[in-house]
């Protein structure tokens, strides 16, 4: 076995979303016929938006007819595409990037996954607790050093700078799992702090379209100097629609003090082959006017689930985060109970779906995650159950 | 920099594609209007067979309604694909496997370059050379020692067993660059080999399609024991023409005696997120009777291609390999030639771009590669011109 990557074997199987749809599954067994209200796993349940299916399916006749075929798309994504990232994504913000900054990639996941590779294996790497998943186990697999920074309810699950010495930092705003965004002043305390210890940002910025704070930034960009030693990651997933799409971009801007942008390039290029022509087509729909237009309605209804959940969930007396910038709502635990505890009570009194708090970190304890991003129906049937004691 | 993974930093950039396109850029701007035969970079050209296309534009109009729309895919891919390829990739050849065994993918590039994760770092690891590039500059981005299996005309271009014990070995039948395929003595060879030694073999099966010597297996899998130590890498590319649409399989066997593919569905599952629903929905019916029959049209055109280039060659005198397995003819430089000189005789006396064979290792200096993948009227012409001297 010796040759095999002892860091991968290692690893704990990530038993969260297995163990929630087990126990859902088990209660549905008991009780047949009673619908369960699935408010866990984040992933999103309305249609793309008209122009991006017409875009979709333009692109799809396109791949039929010999003049308009495509085949390997560019590396770093279609200029079209990365040329509608750049007006609708960072020029409302007063952010100015190159298209060489772009890289356009099957989505976050992937991208969040796969930035540690221009880590040395000896890199020290900060996250925060409670943390997406992916970040964490995506370094121990390559043998790398977590540290990890907690975010508690005093601090509003800000993180507080290192204390040791770190050589990346991932941040995620607005957070997942407990839907709160950084503040500008927040995130120019970690911006001077990178420039001065001299350690890169990883900022995943997938729930960005959800900001409504004014001093919240949905770009790191927004931050003076954050270009030198920030890397940023956006989604068409949750803002368009697009998990079942995959489409998403990095930015390693020309003005990185490491130079990363070329290996990046150099990545790139050797391990991937660029994002499906139709995607890349219906991704540029979802930020032209029209089908970004189309493509916010959908937002905005998530949001008015959060609002409803965040109402009622508020009403119950319980206390919660999250919510107004982001998709989710992270919610304490009532009576002291425990994150797996309260998860059954809501499956079994309320027959509610949501996410234990405690499989996104050790922090992550004491608290349940609710997604905003189900149907109405599910969502004010819960909103009304929660109100009943 | 200390903390920026030095082996990625280390990395040569890989001028190969880009100085082919420079030195074709020149010669069309000090020729202006002169139209060139790319014979170069190995993608398709023909558009998607019509039951694809149909497939796609279906996938993308269900997309757009609420109760058809779908989110996240599984992890392995949907089970209506993988059913496909059991039954039309594997299930002819008479090799059984389970649907556990299959992951789909976003192509053999990504498969291939992130195989190695499986690898611990000080894994010694066996390519062919020449080779694609792809399975040496993923395994030298995470530190490995690479040992190179010379492979010349000598010997059929087939690799000799490695002199030195290595754990892992890459082989690409019908292969790219040579378009030689291994023959099933050859194959068993390797696969006793790596039963013998412990060693696994990560077996490129890109091509398979164009196999039409009887004694060349399309599936390593083909071979009794394989199962144990082998992982198989297929794709739509080629095959079907999803150069442009990304998506290929992996096989981690259940049988495989390392345990592997629990590992790499965490490796997965952490990594990805699945291939875009219309994407798979496409493959689908690229493997279903009506599309399966109109893709293996094109795959028949591009062999008539082949064709043609090879008579042609053949009839100027020059020595060929390749061309009957697999799109690519693999052709020893006239007079004694080095690649890069006739690559520029080839542009300038008869405007044929091809890609020197030294791009894919120094064993294939003194070569230059054929792609068929072009369109017959470029073929044809080529052909023509190689005729004249």
Redesign the interface.
Known sequence: ??????H??S?N??YLFAEIARRAEAFSQENPGVRLLRLG?G????????A??DA??RA??E????D??????PYQGYPFLIDAILKTEYAPLGVTLHSDDIFVS??A??DT??IQ?????D?KVAVCDPVY??YV??NL?A?RTIVHLPCRAETGFAPALPEIPV??VYLCSPNNPTGVALTRAQLAEWVAWARAEN??IFYDAAYRTYVESPDAPRSIYEIDGAKEVALEFGSFSKSY?F????CGWAVVPAENR?G?Q??WL??V???????????QRAAEAALLPEGHAQSLQNVRYYKENARLLLAALRDAGLTVFGGTDAPYLWVKCPDGLDSWTWFDRLLREKQIVTTPGEGFGACGAGYVRFSSLGGREDVAEAAARIGVQ
């Open positions: 076995m010796s040759f095999i990557n002892p991968l074997i690893l199987e990530n796993i992933d999103v349940t309305l249609p793309l938006a008209p991006v299916v979709l399916s799809a006749v791949m039929g007819s010999a308009t075929f495509r085949g390997y798309a099957d989505g996941k992937s996954a796969n590779e221009l880590l040395s294996p890199a998943p992916v186990d995506s697999m043998g050589k990346a350690a890169v629609g998990t079942g799409l995959r490491w990363l070329k290996p150099r990545r290029a050797t391990k991937f082959n660029g994002v499906a022509y139709p995607v």
